[in-house]
């Protein structure tokens, strides 16, 4: 199975800074990744997949980045509504596996 | 409008069995991939299996393969998740999630249903 390894576990940040998650797979999945962003008691959201390709409906301060092993999750202006657990999910090889999750907070 | 409607919550004891369930609407439910996801309380998500309604062809996870059964009715847009005997580990959050059209992310998610199983 594909590891996937996200950092770091729990951010703390204000308003309107840039915010950076990284996700780490085990062995190369080419741009085989998304992000999903999950709020307390609700469904996760699909902001992000082939790495880079931003959902329709889903704010431009989200992008993505990177291939192969490492991929980052940037909001360039972290907004109140943006608290919530983010989560990677390689789709590269069955069975897809999902990072442990990122819980941003503001400060 | 793409929508999961997932089966209310649900009460058992160990041991019992149980079937829950995620109606399609919205799209051509016969074309697309339904997974099922679970979540366990204060954890992270685990992928369980996913089923082509279209015709039933179902691929596990190893981790989960034996442990729970993942059919459809395509007449009625339903998938289904189901255990023969439940164990108090089996507690969490089940989501039923729409693969992509060409790739294995998730872009359409039920509510969720949470299943409780204690003596």
């Known amino acids: 199975d594909i590891q996937m390894t996200q950092s770091p576990s729990t951010l703390s940040a204000s308003v309107g800074d840039r915010v950076t998650i990284t996700c780490r797979a085990s062995?190369?999945?080419?741009?085989?990744l998304a992000w999903y962003q999950q709020k307390p008691g609700k469904a996760p959201r699909l902001l992000i997949y082939?790495?880079?390709s931003l959902e329709s409906g889903v704010p431009s301060r989200f992008s993505g980045s990177g291939s192969g092993t490492e991929f980052t999750l940037t909001i360039s202006s972290l907004q109140p509504d943006d608290c919530a657990t983010y989560y990677c999910?390689?789709?590269?090889?069955?069975?897809?596996?999902f990072g442990g999750g990122t819980k941003v907070e503001i400060k | 409008e793409v929508q999961l409607v997932q089966s209310g919550a649900e009460v058992r004891k160990p041991g019992e069995s149980l079937k829950i369930s995620c109606s399609g609407s919205g799209y051509s439910f016969t074309s697309y991939w339904i997974a099922w996801v679970r979540q366990m309380p204060g954890k992270g998500l685990e992928w369980m299996g996913v089923i082509y309604p279209g015709d039933s062809d179902t691929r596990y996870s190893p981790s989960f393969q034996g442990q729970v059964t993942i059919s459809a009715d395509k007449s009625i847009s339903t998938v289904y998740l189901q255990w023969s005997s439940l164990k108090a580990s089996d507690t969490a959050m089940y989501y039923c999630?729409?693969?992509?059209?060409?790739?294995?992310?998730?872009?359409?998610w039920g509510q969720g249903t949470l299943v409780t199983v204690s003596s």
């Open positions: 082939k790495a880079s």
């Open positions: 062995q190369t999945i080419s741009s085989w």
């Open positions: 999630a729409r693969r992509g059209s060409s790739s294995e992310y998730f872009d359409f």
């Open positions: 999910q390689q789709y590269n090889s069955n069975p897809l596996t």
